[in-house]
């Protein structure tokens, strides 16, 4: 049986599906910024409840229909911001049920929660993963969708799912495409925290406050300094796209599929020496081999969400992202 933590109300507010999560918290923290009421799914699986300040929680799981139809029932909903999924690319080889299961099946029950109790608006989190090995850089959303992975198939499936959906059914839609997000919000509680963390900017940084190492996956890729490039954007930049997409939507105007990113790469061996600087310690580093599945250069063409939404990255330096993720790390997690 689901759980909650404040009272239901009838007032009009916005679903945060995973909004206890890294990006879905900063996500909340934005919305009530401007005007609007969150209300807080999550099953707590990695998100975290002290990253939540007074907003309403309802704590479940979206693959339990029964639990979304009674949230939908005491709820008018304007929009449905979707979060919650399961994001290791590795794990969604060995184990793509768990995918399956939680990202697409727990997506369409979502989805028909909302056709059910009238909800027509839906911003989802896509991946740059859905583009699977790119054929060329930047990559637009025109670049052909060949998913390597489940993590990738699970994302791009509901993406399907939403396209139909919006034929059918009218939805209204925005699938934003993140490239690697990063950074925190410095006025904010939560940093990028998931267990197990893979995630390289994270990592570094735990490299540096506790004086471990961080491998490096392969130095032989034909980039810059031979490691990967990756497109680093601010998760503040992230909820200012998601921001535009809701009023775009709640403006009665088209949604869409869009890269999130600021065109711009960094190496991973770049990352290191950036947040060696920003901690103002050295970093112990040691070379792995390539991790299966990393494509060289990811970066992405962001040009459309610059046109469409009106949207334009702030923080496109990744030596401010870390530093952002740095202090968040090192303030003290009040109660
Ligand atoms: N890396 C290391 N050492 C580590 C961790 C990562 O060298 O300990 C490297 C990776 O090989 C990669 C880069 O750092 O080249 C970035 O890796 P991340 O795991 O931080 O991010 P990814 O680019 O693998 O993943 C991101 C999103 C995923 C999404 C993917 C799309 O976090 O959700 O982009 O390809 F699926």
């Given at each position: 049986?689901?759980?909650?933590?404040?009272?239901?109300?009838?007032?009009?507010?916005?679903?945060?599906?995973?909004?206890?999560?890294?990006?879905?918290?900063?996500?909340?923290?934005?919305?009530?910024?401007?005007?609007?009421?969150?209300?807080?799914?999550?099953?707590l699986s990695?998100?975290h409840q002290?990253?939540?300040?007074?907003?309403?929680?309802?704590?479940?799981?979206?693959?339990?229909?029964?639990?979304?139809?009674?949230?939908?029932?005491?709820?008018h909903?304007?929009a449905?911001m979707?979060?919650?999924?399961?994001?290791?690319?590795?794990?969604?080889?060995?184990?793509?049920?768990?995918?399956?299961h939680?990202?697409?099946?727990?997506?369409?029950?979502?989805?028909?929660?909302?056709?059910?109790?009238?909800?027509?608006?839906f911003?989802?989190s896509?991946?740059?993963a859905?583009?699977?090995?790119?054929?060329?850089t930047p990559?637009?959303?025109?670049h052909?969708?060949?998913?390597?992975?489940?993590?990738?198939h699970?994302?791009?499936?509901?993406?399907?799912?939403?396209?139909?959906?919006?034929?059918?059914?009218?939805?209204q839609f925005?699938?934003?495409?993140?490239f690697?997000?990063?950074?925190?919000?410095?006025?904010?509680?939560?940093a990028?925290?998931?267990?197990?963390?893979?995630?390289?900017?994270p990592?570094?940084?735990?490299?540096?406050?506790?004086?471990?190492?961080?491998?490096?996956?392969?130095?032989?890729?034909?980039?810059?300094?031979?490691?990967?490039?990756?497109?680093?954007?601010?998760?503040?930049?992230?909820?200012?796209?998601?921001?535009?997409?809701?009023?775009t939507?709640?403006?009665?105007?088209q949604?869409?599929?869009?890269?999130?990113?600021?065109?711009?790469?960094?190496?991973?061996?770049?990352?290191?020496?950036?947040?060696?600087?920003?901690t103002?310690?050295?970093?112990?580093?040691?070379?792995?081999?390539?991790?299966?599945?990393?494509?060289?250069?990811?970066?992405?063409?962001?040009?459309?969400?610059?046109?469409?939404?009106?949207?334009?990255?702030?923080?496109t330096?990744?030596?401010?992202?870390?530093?952002?993720?740095?202090a968040?790390?090192?303030?003290?997690i009040?109660?």
């Open positions: 049986m689901p759980t909650e933590s404040k009272s239901l109300t009838k007032l009009p507010s916005i679903l945060v599906v995973g909004g206890a999560g890294y990006i879905g918290s900063h996500m909340v923290a934005y919305l009530r910024r401007a005007g609007f009421i969150p209300v807080i799914l999550d099953n990695t998100g002290d990253a939540i300040l007074d907003e309403k929680l309802v704590i479940g799981d979206i693959t339990d229909a029964a639990f979304l139809d009674q949230i939908f029932a005491s709820h909903f304007a449905v979707h979060f919650a999924s399961v994001i290791q690319v590795e794990e969604s080889v060995k184990a793509p049920q768990k995918y399956y939680n990202n697409v099946m727990g997506t369409l029950h979502l989805l028909n929660a909302m056709l059910k109790w009238k909800v027509n608006r911003i989802f896509s991946s740059a859905v583009y699977g090995e790119p054929l060329y990559i637009d959303e025109n052909p969708v060949l998913p390597l992975n489940p993590y990738g699970s994302k791009r499936m509901i993406e399907q799912m939403l396209e139909d959906y919006a034929h059918a059914y009218g939805l925005f699938s934003l495409r993140y690697n997000a990063a950074g925190a919000d410095p006025a904010g509680k939560l990028e925290r998931h267990e197990p963390e893979t995630h390289l900017i990592l570094v940084l735990r490299a540096a406050q506790d004086k471990t190492s961080i491998t490096v996956f392969g130095r032989d890729y034909p980039t810059v300094d031979g490691t990967c490039v990756r497109d680093y954007i601010h998760v503040l930049d992230l909820c200012e796209a998601h921001l535009l997409a809701l009023k939507l709640i403006g009665g105007k949604g869409g599929i869009y890269n999130l990113g600021t065109g711009q790469g960094y190496s991973v061996q770049q990352v290191i020496e950036i947040a060696s600087c920003v103002q310690r050295s970093i112990s580093v040691l070379e792995g081999a390539r991790r299966l599945g990393d494509p060289a250069i990811l970066i992405a063409d962001p040009k459309r969400a610059m046109r469409k939404l009106n949207w334009k990255p702030h923080y330096e990744l030596k401010k992202m870390i530093e952002d993720a740095w968040m790390i090192r303030k003290p009040s109660p």
